[in-house]
């Protein structure tokens, strides 16, 4: 059982932590924007240091969920409504500390065996019988230790600006991993931290995946 988790992850806009299992995301809706979209028009752009294929299967579940919103994707060469800069961030190691419990066995298991013989008291012949009877060993905690466990900050960004380069929407997610991998987790960040886009400004929610 862990008593004591010491977050160390610098963890500015979300409050609490990531945890491998969740994702944690917050948004800020700094302009209106109605519940679904009329037709316009957007561009995705990339705004980190990840690219190739792995930003172009980013891109496409952002264009996705938008789309779906009621946005419509820029042809190239046209000047867009709106240009979303998707940042998927590389990941960056940290250290948990925390306390777990020492938990041995104390007692057990122990076997009985068990032989006798009965009568009614009725004169009539007393009955043998035998038996097992089993107690199952007992544990307790019997101290605590001090662990560290290595982990990978998983991060993107999501930046929409208007045509007339007024941010209107700022959103991100953020998870803990064991690895550095990108690939896996990336598309289910991108999916919370859009998620009923546009959602409710100053939102901070844990989800899992």
């Given at each position: ?97 925390f ?8 007692s ?28 199952p ?21 999501i ?6 380069g ?12 064991p ?11 991108i999916?919370?931290v ?5 959602g ?10």
């Open positions: 059982m862990m008593r004591l988790l010491l977050c160390l992850l610098p963890l500015v806009l979300l409050p609490g932590c990531a945890t491998q299992d969740g994702v944690m995301m917050a948004r800020k809706i700094l302009h209106a924007l109605p519940k679904k979209g009329h037709g316009e028009t957007f561009e995705i752009v990339n705004a980190g240091k990840v690219g190739g294929l792995g930003f172009n299967l980013y891109a496409t579940e952002a264009a996705r969920i938008l789309t779906a919103y009621g946005w419509r994707q820029s042809t190239a060469g046209g000047t867009p409504d709106y240009r979303v800069k998707l940042n998927p961030m590389r990941a960056v190691q940290h250290t948990l500390k306390q777990e419990d020492v938990v041995r066995q104390v057990g298991p122990t076997r009985t065996e068990h032989r006798g013989s009965f009568s009614n008291g009725y004169d009539t012949p007393s009955v043998r019988f035998t038996g097992t009877s089993y107690t060993a007992s544990y307790a905690v019997v101290g605590v230790r001090n662990v560290q466990k290595k982990v990978f900050l998983r991060e993107v960004q930046e929409i600006v208007s045509k007339a007024q941010q209107v929407y700022f959103g991100t997610g953020r998870n803990t991993g690895t550095s991998e990108l690939i896996g987790i990336m598309p289910t960040l999916k919370r859009l998620s009923d886009f546009p409710v400004n100053g939102e901070h929610r844990l989800t899992y995946h």
